[in-house]
C-alpha cells in the first residue's frame, strides 16, 4: 500500500490527524513495532513511551507520530517518512485493520452440522463442521458458527456475529448484532445456586438466561451463567478479556472493559465504562458505578461510586492505597518501636 494512500486513510479516520512528510512515495507492506520494523514497514510511537531513543535504530520506512519537533527532525534526518497524529495509537490500529488478511469462510451449511428442523438459519451464514443446533432456535444473517460449536434449545442470534470454534450456548441466551465469542467460551451456563439444608446443599434450578447486548467482545475460556430466573446482561459495546467469570443475574453496563481472570459475583451490578483490570475480585450483589476504575488484584466488597479509581483488598481509594502501601515494608521496624515504647 502506498504511503499517500495510507494518509488519504487516517485523514478519514479518528487519531486527529496533524501533518504528514514524505521524500518518495515508498511502498508499505505492513506494519511493526518500532523496535522490530524492516524497509517497507510502518511503525508508531506514543507520547509516554520509553521507546524514544529507538527513533534513531529503527529500520521502519515510516512511523506514525505525536506532534514533537525534537522527534521529528531525527526523522527527517534518517530520511524516515511520518505522519502525525494526535493519537499515535489509534492510528496504528485503524492501519492494522488494512493489513488484517482474516480468513473469512464461504457462507453455507458443512454436511456434518446437526441442525434441528425446528430451528431457522438465515441468509449468507456458515456453520462449520461438527457444529449442533438445538430446538426451536433462531439465527440472522451474515454469521458465522465455526466447528465444533453447540448451541442448545430457544437460543436467539442475530446479526453479523462470529461464534469461534468449540463454543457452548445454552439455552435461552440471546445475543443481538455484531458480537464476537472466542473459543471455549461458555454463554448461559447454571449459576451457582445452591441453598444449605439439614447439612446438604439443595439445588436451586436455574430457569433465566443470558442477554449479550450489540457489539460485545468475549475471549477465550470465559463462563457467563444464567440465573434462576431473568437474566445475567451484558451492555452494548462491553469487551471482555480470556477467562472472566461472569455469575448468575449480573448486569453489566455498556462499553466496559474487563481484563484477565476478572471474577463477578451473582446478582452484582457493574455501571457505564468501568474498567476492571486483571484478576478483580467483585462480591455478590455489591453495586460498582460508572466510570470506575478498578487496579489489578482489587478486592470489591462493597459498593463504589461513580468516577472513583480503587485499589488494594479490599478496595479504597488508589490514592489512600498508594499511600499506605507505601507502609506497608515499615510496618516491621515500627511494630518494633512500639514494643520498645510498651517496655518503657
Request: aromatic residues 6%; contains cysteine.
Amino acid at each position: 500500500m502506498l504511503f499517500t494512500e495510507i494518509i488519504k486513510f487516517i485523514k478519514n479516520g479518528k487519531s486527529g490527524y496533524i501533518k504528514s512528510h514524505f521524500i518518495e512515495d515508498i511502498n508499505i507492506i505492513s506494519p511493526a513495532s518500532i523496535t522490530l520494523a524492516s524497509q517497507n514497514q510502518i511503525t508508531f510511537l506514543e507520547e509516554n513511551n520509553n521507546l524514544k531513543e529507538n527513533i534513531m535504530t529503527t529500520k521502519a520506512s515510516a512511523i506514525i507520530l505525536f506532534n514533537d519537533k525534537e522527534l521529528l527532525q531525527k526523522t527527517y534526518k534518517r530520511n524516515i517518512s511520518t505522519i502525525v497524529v494526535s493519537h499515535p495509537k489509534i492510528a496504528f490500529a485503524e492501519i492494522l485493520n488494512i493489513f488484517e488478511k482474516e480468513i473469512i469462510p464461504e457462507s453455507g451449511i458443512d454436511s456434518s452440522a446437526v441442525i434441528n428442523s425446528t430451528s431457522k438459519i438465515g441468509d449468507n451464514c456458515y456453520v462449520g463442521p461438527n457444529v449442533f443446533i438445538g430446538k426451536n432456535t433462531c439465527i440472522g444473517k451474515n454469521n458465522f458458527i465455526y466447528p465444533g460449536t453447540v448451541i442448545l434449545d430457544n437460543v436467539e442470534i442475530g446479526d453479523n456475529n462470529i461464534i469461534s470454534p468449540n463454543c457452548v450456548i445454552y439455552q435461552n441466551t440471546k445475543i443481538k448484532d455484531h458480537c464476537i465469542v472466542n473459543s471455549n467460551t461458555v454463554l448461559g451456563s447454571e449459576g451457582f445456586g445452591f441453598i444449605p439444608k439439614d447439612g446438604k446443599w439443595l439445588k436451586v434450578p436455574q430457569t433465566g438466561g443470558v442477554i449479550i447486548n450489540n457489539s460485545v467482545e468475549i475471549g477465550t475460556n470465559c463462563c457467563i451463567d444464567r440465573p434462576a430466573v431473568g437474566d445475567t446482561i451484558i451492555g452494548e459495546g462491553t469487551k471482555i478479556d480470556n477467562l472472566v467469570q461472569i455469575g448468575h443475574g449480573v448486569k453489566i453496563g455498556r462499553n466496559c472493559a474487563f481484563a484477565a481472570q476478572v471474577g463477578i459475583a451473582g446478582g452484582a451490578i457493574i455501571g457505564d465504562g468501568v474498567i476492571l483490570a486483571g484478576q478483580v475480585g467483585v462480591n455478590n450483589r455489591v453495586k460498582v458505578g460508572n466510570n470506575v476504575i478498578a487496579s489489578s488484584k482489587c478486592g470489591i466488597h462493597a459498593d463504589v461510586n461513580d468516577g472513583e479509581v480503587i485499589s488494594g483488598f479490599p478496595a479504597i481509594p488508589n490514592k489512600l492505597w498508594l499511600r499506605s502501601s507505601s507502609l506497608f515494608k515499615k510496618l516491621p521496624d515500627l511494630a518494633k518501636k512500639l514494643r520498645q515504647l510498651d517496655k518503657k
